[in-house]
């Protein structure tokens, strides 16, 4: 394929999770503003792993309790945006291990022309990776997450794996093979989380995917929120990085206690966490 210098600025101003499939706009009423929300807080500790399976090796964070019994943490595959590398997301990953869970973030795919296929699957491989070599990871339950191209994917990952027990996406964006045919699939249960501000990948986009995806379900809308508030930094000075009417500080623990409050009430049968306030929820 030529790649001629409009399409690298034009990939650059994707550069923060969007992929190459334009999607509608949708309006959304704000709400007041978001609360923060207290975060759970066991001790975890991180490292960077080479995942190696199937004759496949590539590079992840994996975050994790820093003690339990053998076989007592789910296993969560959290997915990356767009050329985005998993250490962005330290602080969501951080969050969900605390709640009592082992978290492992691929860093494959990472590159201008990303095999969204070949990523899914790494969610799985990462998965069976750490059931293998984590002796506190359980041998049943697990989950896949993910930010915007690493929502899609987990979608893909979870249409292909129908023991995946749970899947929880932030801004999900459309995938090559499509994320809104998978999640017409997808038995387990699932959370979609946007933004209201997304103006990287808009908040109908997600809504798509929920809209196919049999219930159970539901949709979450942070008020204010914006596609660059789930990261922790932006990455090449901010270029394709959109704004939000709430700041990425208070965004953040928001998302993280969404998706850990949806792990704990599909993964462990816990109640279900209360609404923050700014935060818009359906279901189905």
Known sequence: ??????????????????????????AVTLQSAPASTAAVALPTTTSQVTVSVDGRSFSARLVQPTSGAPGSYPV?????????????????????????YIVIAPDSETGLFPNHSRFADDLWRAITWVRSTQPNASATLDAVSGHSMGGGAALLTASRHPEIESVAVEAAAETRPSATAAAATIAAPALFVVGSSDTVVKPATTRAMYDAKPAPAEFTTVTGGYHCG??????????????????????????AALVGGWLDSTLKGAAPAPTPAGVVVESK
């Not at 394929?1 to 509608?24: F, H, Q």
């Not at 090449?236 to 965004?251: A, E, V």
Request: hydrophobic residues 45%; contains cysteine.
């Open 1 to 26: 394929m030529k790649r001629t210098g409009a399409t690298v600025v034009a990939l650059l101003a994707l550069i923060l999770g969007g992929l190459l499939v334009p999607s509608a706009a949708q």
């Open 76 to 100: 969560v595959a959290f997915g990356h945006g767009f050329v985005q590398s998993a250490s962005r997301y330290a602080s969501t990953l951080s969050s969900i291990a605390s709640r009592g």
């Open 230 to 255: 789930f990261v922790d930094s932006s990455s090449f000075f901010g270029i394709g990085c959109d704004k939000g009417q709430i700041s990425r500080s208070t965004q953040l623990p928001i998302a």
